[in-house]
C-alpha cells in the first residue's frame, strides 16, 4: 500500500527567505512522485515530478525537489520566496499505474 | 483546449436534495477522477473511471453515484444530500498513453455546501 505523509499543515516564511516543504512516501515498489500546487479558489496543478530519471527534479516557479530512497523523502524546496508562491502544496505518489494517493497538503504563508 | 471544466461552480442544497456535478474533458484521456478535499484531508478519491462505460469505487463512495456514458464526461451524482457532503469537489483526467507518470489535470472546482 502507499501513502504521502507531509509533515507541517502550516509553513510560514518571510519573502526572500528559503522555501522548505516535507514529504515522506511509502511505497512497495518504486514510486513515481509529484508535486502540485492549488492557488486559492483554482485547482490543483503540477509543480513537478519525479520519474526515476534523475534524484534532484527542477520545477516550475523556481522550485525543486530532492529524492531521497534511504530517507523516503522527497522534500521541496525554494531557495528564495515570492509573494507569489502562498499557496497550498501537495506532495503524491503514484504506483506505476492510474492511481495516485495524495498527502494532506501544506498551506505555504508568505510574509513581506 | 479547455483542458478540464467542471459545472457547476457553486451549489447550496438543502438535506435531502439531489443533483448532478458535471465534468468534461477534451484532452481524450482515458481516466477520470473525482476527489473531495476537506481541510486537512487533503484529496480523497470519490470513484473513478477507467474509461467510457467503466467505473469503480474509490475511498469514500459512500452517498454518490457516477456515470461515464461518454469518454470525454464523468457525472458525479448526489442522490440525496447530507450537511457531510459540504466539501470541495474536484474532477480530474489523466492518460498513461505515451507516458507512465499519471500526471492528473484537474478541474477548477465545485464548492457545494449543504443545509
Known amino acids: 500500500a502507499q501513502s504521502v505523509t507531509q509533515l507541517g499543515s502550516h509553513v510560514s516564511v518571510s519573502e526572500g527567505a528559503l522555501v522548505l516543504l516535507r514529504c515522506n512516501y511509502s511505497?512497495?515498489?518504486?514510486?513515481?512522485l509529484f508535486w502540485y500546487v492549488q492557488y486559492p479558489n483554482q485547482g490543483l496543478q503540477l509543480l513537478l515530478k519525479y520519474t526515476s530519471a534523475a534524484t534532484l527534479v527542477k520545477g516550475i516557479n523556481g522550485f525543486e525537489a530532492e529524492f531521497k530512497k534511504s530517507e523516503t523523502s522527497f522534500h521541496l524546496t525554494k531557495p528564495s520566496a515570492h509573494m507569489s508562491d502562498a499557496a497550498e502544496y501537495f506532495c503524491a505518489v503514484s504506483d506505476q499505474g492510474f492511481k495516485t494517493i495524495f498527502g494532506a497538503g501544506t498551506r505555504l504563508f508568505v510574509k513581506a | 483546449n479547455a483542458g478540464v471544466t467542471q459545472t457547476p461552480k457553486f451549489r447550496v442544497l438543502k438535506t435531502g436534495q439531489s443533483m448532478t456535478l458535471l465534468c468534461a474533458q477534451d484532452m481524450n484521456h482515458e481516466y477520470m477522477y473525482w476527489y473531495r478535499q476537506d481541510p486537512g484531508m487533503g484529496l480523497r478519491l470519490i470513484h473513478y473511471s477507467v474509461g467510457e462505460g467503466t467505473t469503480a469505487k474509490g475511498e469514500v463512495p459512500d452517498g454518490y453515484n457516477v456515470s461515464r456514458l461518454k469518454k470525454q464526461n464523468f457525472l458525479l451524482g448526489l442522490e440525496s444530500a447530507a450537511p457531510s457532503q459540504t466539501s470541495v469537489y474536484f474532477c480530474?483526467?489523466?492518460?498513461?498513453?505515451?507516458?507512465?507518470?499519471?500526471?492528473?489535470?484537474f478541474g477548477p472546482g465545485t464548492r457545494l455546501t449543504v443545509l
Open positions: 511505497s512497495s515498489v518504486p514510486p513515481y
Open positions: 480530474a483526467s489523466s492518460t498513461l498513453r505515451g507516458s507512465p507518470y499519471n500526471e492528473q489535470f
